[in-house]
């Protein structure tokens, strides 16, 4: 099923953009298949956050959604129609139905990029889990015509500065270990990075363990965390 699956996506990826951009995707794939396991973690203090506030250029805008209904036809087709349009509609709606909220960034009335927060929990299983005032943000993306213009940094800077005004807890974001391209976009906001780890799943149970220890990880070793939960660094089973 899995296989077919990919078969089909890759076909229908190759009737939209052509044989060129289909092959980079295949290497692409490839590459994720034998790293998507490695995954840079980073976290940020929002109640400790001393950074200036993020000025907005007058050329970009940030818009944060909290349900389905705010977004407009447009922004969700540019959103859904470069993949898989039914599955990427369906994945909006949980989303959503979760509580996270979606924000956007635009340059004039064009949709930029976006990305998502969740607080308190993940939508997929996770490497440790999140405090009640925690916030865990995920799944960006950036449009081809915009890369290579700071949007990724800039929208995440400041969707973490307007968190921080909003409460405490800490951030958390991650990046695949082959993906070069965000660990550097990450680099550029508040974020530090935590550690290196890998999950893997034993009969439905997803475990975590981490290759390489950041010292906030390595401080926490052992120890247990204010609100009674399990240490990022202990195995988490979900």
């Known amino acids: 099923m899995g296989i077919a699956n990919s078969i089909s996506r890759l076909t ?30 980073f976290y940020c203090d929002l109640a400790k956050l001393t950074t200036a506030p993020v000025n907005i250029p007058s050329s970009l ?3 944060r959604l909290r349900s389905y209904s705010e977004l407009c036809r447009q922004d969700l087709q540019e959103m859904t129609s ?21 924000w956007l960034i635009k340059s004039g009335e064009k949709l930029a990029g976006y990305g998502w927060t969740l607080q308190g929990h993940t939508i ?32 995440v800077a400041h969707m973490v500065d307007n968190l921080a005004m909003i409460g405490g807890g800490r951030a958390f974001i991650e990046a695949a270990e082959w993906n070069e391209a965000q ?11 935590l550690g290196l780890a890998r999950s893997f799943a034993i009969f439905g149970h997803m475990f975590t363990r981490w290759v390489e ?15 009674g939960a399990p240490t990022m660094a202990r195995q988490h089973e979900q």
């Open 82 to 102: 470069f993949w898989n349009p039914k599955q990427a509609n369906r994945n909006i709606r949980e989303r959503f139905g979760k509580g996270a909220s979606l």
């Open 213 to 227: 220890d950041g010292p906030d990880v390595q401080a926490r070793k052992g120890a247990k965390r204010r609100d």
């Open 12 to 41: 229908e990826y190759y009737k939209r953009h052509g044989f060129e951009a289909t092959i980079r995707r295949a290497g692409l794939a490839a590459r994720r298949a034998v790293f998507s396991s490695r995954m840079v973690v």
């Open 124 to 155: 997929e299983p996770y490497y440790f889990p999140l405090g009640q005032d925690d916030m865990h943000l995920f799944d960006f993306h950036v449009f081809p015509e915009y890369r290579g213009k700071g949007i990724n940094p800039f929208l």
């Open 183 to 193: 660990l550097s976009s990450l680099r550029k906001t508040p974020f530090h990075r």
């Open 61 to 63: 805008r940030v818009e």
